[in-house]
């Protein structure tokens, strides 16, 4: 059973910097494809990042490239996003999503494509 536990969240002002981390459980998490959601009020879940399970793909969504940036540490099996540069309308709860990798096709950038997902952590930017 794979669990994720997100944290990092938190309220800044806008241009300031957070990191988000995912922690996960469980084995093998070098073999799963990691992402990143958010869903800000009265808004649906979008997607943010991606990466593979190998670390040498990673996905961004257009409002995010460039000023966010997904990794992971497989010894800490941990994902990451480093945010720079916050607007407020990047508040919104923030989500990670796992999913077994090897072998598997789909687009990562659905949500459909996930199995398991955390808690989520709340990003509050301020103007």
């Known amino acids: 059973q794979v669990q994720l536990v997100e944290s990092g969240g938190g309220l800044v002002q806008g241009g300031a910097s957070l990191r988000l981390s995912c922690a996960a459980s469980?084995?093998?998490?070098?073999?799963?494809?990691m992402g990143w959601f958010r869903q800000a009020p009265e808004k649906e879940r979008e997607f943010v990042a991606a990466?593979?399970?190998?670390?040498?793909?990673?996905y961004y969504s257009d409002s995010v490239k460039g000023r966010f940036t997904i990794s992971r540490d497989n010894a800490k099996n941990t994902v990451y996003l480093q945010m720079n540069t916050l607007k407020p309308e990047d508040t919104a709860v923030y989500y990670c999503?796992?999913?077994?990798?090897?072998?598997?096709?789909?687009?990562?950038?659905?949500?459909?494509?996930?199995?398991?997902w955390g808690q989520g952590t709340q990003v509050t930017v301020s103007s």
């Open positions: 999503a796992s999913r077994y990798g090897i072998s598997r096709g789909g687009d990562l950038r659905r949500g459909q494509a996930y199995d398991h």
């Open positions: 469980g084995r093998a998490f070098s073999d799963y494809d």
């Open positions: 990466i593979i399970w190998t670390g040498r793909t990673t």
